[in-house]
Protein backbone atom coordinates (compact mmCIF):
# COMPACT_ATOMS: atom_id res chain seq x y z
CA UNK A 1 0.00 0.00 0.00
CA UNK A 2 1.19 3.64 -1.08
CA UNK A 3 0.44 6.95 0.08
CA UNK A 4 1.09 9.96 -1.40
CA UNK A 5 2.52 12.54 0.78
CA UNK A 6 3.00 15.86 -0.11
CA UNK A 7 6.37 18.12 0.24
CA UNK A 8 7.10 21.66 0.51
CA UNK A 9 9.23 21.90 -2.94
CA UNK A 10 5.94 21.30 -5.16
CA UNK A 11 5.76 17.61 -5.79
CA UNK A 12 4.51 14.66 -4.05
CA UNK A 13 6.19 11.31 -2.87
CA UNK A 14 4.76 8.06 -2.94
CA UNK A 15 5.62 6.49 0.48
CA UNK A 16 5.46 2.81 1.57
CA UNK A 17 2.88 1.99 4.58
CA UNK A 18 4.34 -0.62 7.05
CA UNK A 19 1.66 -3.86 7.10
CA UNK A 20 1.19 -3.38 10.71
CA UNK A 21 0.07 0.46 10.24
CA UNK A 22 -2.20 -0.72 7.19
CA UNK A 23 -3.79 -3.13 9.38
CA UNK A 24 -4.17 -0.24 12.05
CA UNK A 25 -6.13 1.56 9.00
CA UNK A 26 -8.03 -1.08 8.16
CA UNK A 27 -9.69 -1.59 11.63
CA UNK A 28 -10.48 1.38 11.98
CA UNK A 29 -12.13 2.15 8.63
CA UNK A 30 -14.30 -1.01 10.11
CA UNK A 31 -14.88 0.22 12.95
CA UNK A 32 -16.04 3.60 11.66
CA UNK A 33 -18.98 1.51 9.21
CA UNK A 34 -22.31 0.98 10.82
CA UNK A 35 -22.86 -2.38 12.24
CA UNK A 36 -25.44 -4.80 11.85
CA UNK A 37 -27.86 -5.36 15.18
CA UNK A 38 -27.12 -7.29 17.71
CA UNK A 39 -29.94 -8.45 19.98
CA UNK A 40 -30.60 -11.34 22.71
CA UNK A 41 -33.28 -14.42 22.25
CA UNK A 42 -34.52 -15.79 25.37
CA UNK A 43 -36.98 -17.71 26.68
CA UNK A 44 -37.69 -20.80 28.77
CA UNK A 45 -38.51 -24.74 27.32
CA UNK A 46 -40.60 -27.02 29.18
CA UNK A 47 -40.44 -30.93 28.56
CA UNK A 48 -44.50 -32.74 29.14
CA UNK A 49 -44.33 -35.66 30.81
CA UNK A 50 -46.68 -38.18 31.37
CA UNK A 51 -49.67 -36.96 33.82
CA UNK A 52 -48.60 -33.55 31.90
CA UNK A 53 -45.68 -33.15 34.38
CA UNK A 54 -42.96 -30.94 33.67
CA UNK A 55 -39.88 -33.04 32.76
CA UNK A 56 -36.97 -32.89 35.57
CA UNK A 57 -34.19 -32.94 32.63
CA UNK A 58 -35.14 -30.20 30.80
CA UNK A 59 -31.41 -29.29 31.15
CA UNK A 60 -30.51 -31.94 28.61
CA UNK A 61 -32.26 -30.31 25.93
CA UNK A 62 -30.13 -28.24 22.62
CA UNK A 63 -31.24 -24.80 21.16
CA UNK A 64 -29.73 -23.65 18.07
CA UNK A 65 -30.43 -21.21 15.47
CA UNK A 66 -29.92 -22.06 11.60
CA UNK A 67 -29.53 -19.24 8.76
CA UNK A 68 -27.34 -19.02 5.39
CA UNK A 69 -26.39 -15.75 6.65
CA UNK A 70 -24.43 -17.25 10.02
CA UNK A 71 -20.72 -17.51 9.74
CA UNK A 72 -19.28 -21.22 10.32
CA UNK A 73 -17.93 -22.09 13.87
CA UNK A 74 -14.39 -22.92 14.26
CA UNK A 75 -13.59 -26.34 15.20
CA UNK A 76 -12.81 -27.61 18.35
CA UNK A 77 -11.29 -30.33 20.22
CA UNK A 78 -13.39 -32.18 22.97
CA UNK A 79 -12.82 -35.40 25.23
CA UNK A 80 -16.00 -37.70 26.26
CA UNK A 81 -14.69 -40.03 28.89
CA UNK A 82 -15.20 -43.22 29.75
CA UNK A 83 -15.84 -44.08 33.09
CA UNK A 84 -17.79 -46.38 35.56
CA UNK A 85 -19.04 -47.59 32.33
CA UNK A 86 -20.65 -44.59 31.12
CA UNK A 87 -20.00 -41.49 28.72
CA UNK A 88 -19.51 -38.11 30.64
CA UNK A 89 -20.64 -36.34 29.61
CA UNK A 90 -23.05 -37.69 28.29
CA UNK A 91 -24.61 -34.60 25.72
CA UNK A 92 -21.93 -32.54 23.82
CA UNK A 93 -22.14 -30.37 21.31
CA UNK A 94 -19.28 -29.44 18.66
CA UNK A 95 -18.83 -27.30 16.01
CA UNK A 96 -18.37 -29.03 12.15
CA UNK A 97 -14.93 -30.01 11.97
CA UNK A 98 -14.15 -30.91 15.42
CA UNK A 99 -12.14 -33.78 17.05
CA UNK A 100 -13.72 -35.33 19.57
CA UNK A 101 -11.68 -38.06 21.94
CA UNK A 102 -12.46 -41.18 24.17
CA UNK A 103 -10.21 -41.59 27.04
CA UNK A 104 -10.82 -44.62 28.70
CA UNK A 105 -10.56 -44.46 32.75
CA UNK A 106 -12.23 -47.63 33.00
CA UNK A 107 -10.00 -50.19 34.49
CA UNK A 108 -11.35 -52.75 31.27
CA UNK A 109 -11.43 -52.30 27.78
CA UNK A 110 -14.49 -49.93 25.52
CA UNK A 111 -15.26 -49.88 22.00
CA UNK A 112 -16.77 -46.45 21.45
CA UNK A 113 -18.69 -46.94 18.03
CA UNK A 114 -21.69 -44.88 15.90
CA UNK A 115 -23.88 -45.77 13.29
CA UNK A 116 -25.21 -42.36 12.60
CA UNK A 117 -25.05 -41.21 9.01
CA UNK A 118 -23.67 -37.72 10.08
CA UNK A 119 -20.81 -39.51 11.39
CA UNK A 120 -20.22 -43.31 11.71
CA UNK A 121 -16.82 -44.31 12.95
CA UNK A 122 -15.51 -47.27 14.82
CA UNK A 123 -12.96 -47.21 17.60
CA UNK A 124 -12.28 -50.60 17.58
CA UNK A 125 -11.29 -52.25 21.51
CA UNK A 126 -8.93 -50.36 23.83
CA UNK A 127 -8.01 -50.55 27.39
CA UNK A 128 -7.06 -48.55 30.60
CA UNK A 129 -5.30 -45.04 29.86
CA UNK A 130 -5.88 -45.56 25.81
CA UNK A 131 -7.57 -42.49 24.14
CA UNK A 132 -8.80 -42.80 20.55
CA UNK A 133 -10.63 -40.28 18.63
CA UNK A 134 -12.41 -39.30 15.69
CA UNK A 135 -13.37 -35.98 13.44
CA UNK A 136 -16.95 -35.36 13.06
CA UNK A 137 -17.13 -33.20 9.89
CA UNK A 138 -20.94 -32.98 9.02
CA UNK A 139 -23.60 -30.89 11.03
CA UNK A 140 -26.22 -33.63 12.22
CA UNK A 141 -26.80 -36.07 15.55
CA UNK A 142 -24.35 -38.39 15.89
CA UNK A 143 -25.50 -41.08 18.51
CA UNK A 144 -22.50 -42.85 20.31
CA UNK A 145 -22.29 -45.80 22.01
CA UNK A 146 -20.39 -49.14 23.33
CA UNK A 147 -20.29 -52.58 21.49
CA UNK A 148 -18.92 -53.82 24.74
CA UNK A 149 -21.30 -52.68 27.27
CA UNK A 150 -24.71 -52.01 26.62
CA UNK A 151 -25.85 -49.19 29.06
CA UNK A 152 -23.50 -46.81 27.67
CA UNK A 153 -25.02 -44.01 25.42
CA UNK A 154 -23.84 -40.73 24.46
CA UNK A 155 -25.10 -37.81 21.93
CA UNK A 156 -22.98 -35.59 20.11
CA UNK A 157 -25.18 -33.04 18.17
CA UNK A 158 -22.14 -30.75 15.24
CA UNK A 159 -23.34 -27.74 14.55
CA UNK A 160 -22.36 -25.59 11.63
CA UNK A 161 -22.25 -22.09 13.84
CA UNK A 162 -21.73 -20.84 17.12
CA UNK A 163 -25.31 -20.03 17.72
CA UNK A 164 -26.59 -22.73 20.20
CA UNK A 165 -27.61 -22.68 24.05
CA UNK A 166 -28.23 -25.59 26.73
CA UNK A 167 -31.19 -24.79 28.78
CA UNK A 168 -30.81 -23.90 32.83
CA UNK A 169 -32.16 -26.96 34.93
CA UNK A 170 -35.62 -24.10 35.07
CA UNK A 171 -35.56 -24.39 31.06
CA UNK A 172 -34.68 -21.20 30.77
CA UNK A 173 -32.42 -20.23 27.59
CA UNK A 174 -30.84 -17.36 26.09
CA UNK A 175 -28.64 -16.45 22.96
CA UNK A 176 -26.36 -13.78 23.37
CA UNK A 177 -25.80 -11.17 20.40
CA UNK A 178 -27.62 -12.44 17.60
CA UNK A 179 -27.56 -10.32 14.53
CA UNK A 180 -30.53 -9.17 13.05
CA UNK A 181 -32.64 -11.27 10.57
CA UNK A 182 -34.63 -14.58 9.85
CA UNK A 183 -33.74 -17.87 11.56
CA UNK A 184 -34.95 -21.25 12.48
CA UNK A 185 -34.76 -22.19 15.66
CA UNK A 186 -34.51 -25.90 16.30
CA UNK A 187 -35.54 -27.69 19.93
CA UNK A 188 -33.75 -30.92 20.81
CA UNK A 189 -34.45 -33.20 23.89
CA UNK A 190 -33.65 -37.31 23.56
CA UNK A 191 -36.99 -38.10 25.15
CA UNK A 192 -39.39 -36.00 22.80
CA UNK A 193 -39.97 -34.84 19.29
CA UNK A 194 -37.64 -32.31 17.94
CA UNK A 195 -39.04 -29.39 17.33
CA UNK A 196 -38.40 -25.85 14.34
CA UNK A 197 -40.10 -22.90 13.58
CA UNK A 198 -39.10 -19.53 12.40
CA UNK A 199 -37.58 -16.84 14.13
CA UNK A 200 -37.30 -13.21 12.94
CA UNK A 201 -35.50 -11.18 15.01
CA UNK A 202 -35.27 -7.48 14.66
CA UNK A 203 -33.05 -4.29 15.72
CA UNK A 204 -35.11 -4.47 19.61
CA UNK A 205 -34.87 -7.99 21.44
CA UNK A 206 -38.04 -10.28 20.42
CA UNK A 207 -40.71 -11.11 23.59
CA UNK A 208 -39.07 -14.55 25.71
CA UNK A 209 -40.33 -17.44 23.58
CA UNK A 210 -42.16 -20.12 25.71
CA UNK A 211 -41.48 -23.21 24.38
CA UNK A 212 -42.81 -26.55 24.59
CA UNK A 213 -41.30 -30.77 23.94
CA UNK A 214 -43.78 -33.42 24.63
CA UNK A 215 -41.72 -36.47 25.84
CA UNK A 216 -45.17 -38.17 27.18
CA UNK A 217 -44.85 -41.16 24.78
CA UNK A 218 -41.18 -41.78 25.18
CA UNK A 219 -40.03 -45.07 26.45
CA UNK A 220 -36.92 -46.40 26.27
CA UNK A 221 -35.50 -48.36 23.66
CA UNK A 222 -32.32 -50.44 23.74
CA UNK A 223 -29.85 -49.80 20.83
CA UNK A 224 -28.35 -53.07 19.44
CA UNK A 225 -24.40 -53.45 19.00
CA UNK A 226 -22.35 -52.53 15.86
CA UNK A 227 -23.15 -55.13 14.15
CA UNK A 228 -26.75 -54.64 14.44
CA UNK A 229 -27.14 -57.65 17.22
CA UNK A 230 -28.94 -57.56 20.60
CA UNK A 231 -26.69 -57.67 23.68
CA UNK A 232 -28.34 -60.16 25.33
CA UNK A 233 -27.97 -62.91 22.43
CA UNK A 234 -24.21 -62.39 22.67
CA UNK A 235 -24.40 -64.81 25.40
CA UNK A 236 -22.83 -62.87 28.43
CA UNK A 237 -23.04 -60.25 30.71
CA UNK A 238 -22.22 -56.45 30.04
Known amino acids: MWLTVSRSAGYATPVRIPPLLRLAALIGCLAA??????????????????????????????????????????????????EGKQFVPRIVVVPAGSTVRFP???????????????????????????????????????????????QMSAVILVRGNGQWVRPGSDGSFRFSDVPAGDYTLHVWHERAQP??????????????????????????????????RAYSDRGRRY
Open 195 to 228: VSQPLRVGAAAPAPLALTLDARRWRFVQHKDKTG
Open 104 to 150: NNDPFNHNVFSLSEQGSFDLGLYGRGEEKGTVLAHPGLVQVYCNVHA
Open 33 to 82: QPGVAQVAVSGRLTILDRGDRPGQDVGNAVLWLESPTLPAAMPVETRIVT
